[in-house]
Structure formats: structure tokens, C-alpha cells
Nanobody, 123 residues
Framework: QVQLQESGPGLVKPSQALSLTCTVSGGSITTANSYWSWIRQSPGKGLEWIGY???????NYNPSLKSRASISRGNARNTVYLQMNGLKPEDTAIYYC???????????????WGQGTQVNVSS
């Protein structure tokens, strides 16, 4: 029932910033023990975790990207945002939104994925 939908620009010029939106439906980003991540995948590489924001609004980042990435949320709109500064051609990738609900005594947990959005960094 939970669905994630990414949106944002498909083309970004080098040195500019990227802003993406993940809209969550069928569930709440404030659900206890939930984590909402941005993950990307480029040709020739596997999935790279960018960071997450948890149910209380606390973010955490991949150390290799934390200097450039910022994750925030809009509770009223049930959305998660990603901003990355100083885009480079190497940042070209498919960007995914991911939701993870950890297991508790009330359930086994679940994981959700958006369909991804292609971001090309080129002049």
C-alpha cells in the first residue's frame, strides 16, 4: 500500500545544486522506527546510500557525501527532500527514494522503493 514517487530535474549543470522530492503515500514518514533514504545507482556501479532522515526528523549521511548532501522533510506534505551541492558529471545516476520500517513487537517490518528518477549532470 505504501508508495514512493521521486520527482525533480532530469538535467543539472556541473557545479549547480540538485533538489529532489520523494512523495510518500499510503503511509507516514513519522511512523515509529521508520527511515527514509536516498540511494543512487550509476552504470558500472552498485547502489550507493546517500543518507536518510528518520521518523523523528534526524538525518544521517554517508560520510563520503555528507559535505554536499542535505536531507529534510515536510511532515504536512509527507515528503522527503534531497539537496546536493556542487554536482559533478560523476553524480549522474538514477536516484531512488527508499523507506524502511524496522521490525518491532508489533510487526516484522517492511521496505519500500520508488521507481527512481534519472539525473544527468552535463553542460
Amino acid at each position: 500500500q505504501v508508495q514512493l514517487q521521486e520527482s525533480g530535474p532530469g538535467l543539472v549543470k556541473p557545479s549547480q545544486a540538485l533538489s529532489l522530492t520523494c512523495t510518500v503515500s499510503g503511509g507516514s514518514i513519522t511512523t515509529a522506527n521508520s527511515y527514509w533514504s536516498w540511494i543512487r545507482q550509476s552504470p558500472g556501479k552498485g547502489l550507493e546510500w546517500i543518507g536518510y532522515i528518520d521518523y523523528s526528523g534526524s538525518p544521517n549521511y554517508n560520510p563520503s557525501l555528507k559535505s554536499r548532501a542535505s536531507i529534510s522533510r515536510g511532515n504536512a506534505r509527507n515528503t522527503v527532500y534531497l539537496q546536493m551541492n556542487g554536482l559533478k558529471p560523476e553524480d549522474t545516476a538514477i536516484y531512488y527514494c527508499n523507506g524502511l520500517e524496522l521490525g518491532t513487537v508489533h510487526g516484522r517490518g517492511a521496505e519500500y522503493w520508488g521507481q527512481g528518477t534519472q539525473v544527468n549532470v552535463s553542460s
